[in-house]
């Protein structure tokens, strides 16, 4: 089963239930699923597309980072979506693992906390003419994971390293702000 507009549709006013003030920021995300837009591709660049991240705290309470390769950036483990993905929240246990070497079987989700995301982000990607890739943004739903005794082993072909960081260097004070309550 693939994941569908539907389950992004459904996941996206769940969160929006629960942030309504969060409505304008997600506003050029949610007007292209309106339009039928399949933004659960990567090739999708008339606006843009969904993406899935893990933001994963371990035992000592900090935040897992990694350092994106075609970005410069420092990021929470993440990517897009494949086809014949199972679900929007297994999309972030699989790019954890493939980035990271943290297996999704040790990693699980706060007590309490449903299949909702934790922060969804939309944010302008820049051209990569490499790839013949224009501009476009990403709608980035976050899924926040507990692990214990980590071992990171980074994915050399798009991750340049990793860093355990306090939750407030987040890479937004959006999700800095949500991560300090839980």
Same mark, same amino acid.
């Given at each position: 089963?693939?994941?569908?507009?539907?389950?992004?549709?459904?996941?996206?006013?769940?969160? %929006?239930?629960?942030?309504?003030?969060?409505?304008? =920021? +997600?506003? !050029?995300?949610?007007?292209? *699923?309106?339009?039928? #837009?399949?933004?659960?591709?990567?090739?999708?660049?008339?606006?843009?597309?969904?993406?899935?991240?893990?933001?994963?705290?371990?035992?000592?309470?900090?935040?897992?980072?990694?350092?994106?390769?075609? %970005?410069?950036?420092?990021?929470?483990?993440?990517? =897009? +979506?494949? !086809?014949?993905?199972?679900? *929007?929240?297994?999309? #972030?246990?699989?790019?954890?693992?493939?980035?990271?070497?943290?297996?999704?079987?040790?990693?699980?989700?706060?007590?309490?906390?449903?299949?909702?995301?934790?922060?969804?982000?939309?944010?302008?990607?820049?051209?990569?003419?490499?790839?013949?890739?224009?501009?476009?943004?990403?709608?980035?739903?976050?899924?926040?994971?507990?692990?214990?005794?980590?071992?990171?082993?980074?994915?050399?072909?798009?991750?340049?390293?990793?860093?355990?960081?306090?939750?407030?260097?987040?890479?937004?004070?959006?999700?800095?702000?949500?991560?300090?309550?839980?």
């Amino acid at each position: 089963m693939s994941i569908s507009t539907d389950e992004i549709r459904t996941t996206t006013a769940r969160y %929006l239930a629960a942030h309504p003030d969060e409505t304008d =920021h +997600l506003k !050029p995300f949610t007007a292209a *699923l309106e339009t039928g #837009a399949d933004l659960t591709s990567r090739k999708e660049f008339n606006g843009g597309h969904v993406t899935c991240g893990a933001a994963v705290i371990d035992d000592r309470g900090r935040l897992l980072l990694v350092q994106h390769k075609a %970005l410069g950036r420092w990021l929470l483990p993440g990517g =897009h +979506l494949e !086809p014949g993905e199972e679900s *929007l929240p297994y999309a #972030a246990l699989r790019e954890l693992e493939e980035e990271t070497g943290i297996s999704w079987h040790g990693a699980v989700p706060p007590p309490g906390h449903d299949v909702t995301p934790v922060d969804i982000d939309v944010h302008m990607i820049p051209a990569n003419h490499a790839k013949g890739e224009p501009g476009h943004w990403h709608a980035d739903f976050r899924w926040m994971f507990w692990v214990k005794e980590p071992k990171v082993v980074v994915q050399a072909e798009e991750v340049d390293g990793y860093a355990w960081r306090s939750r407030d260097t987040a890479p937004t004070p959006k999700l800095a702000a949500k991560l300090a309550v839980l």
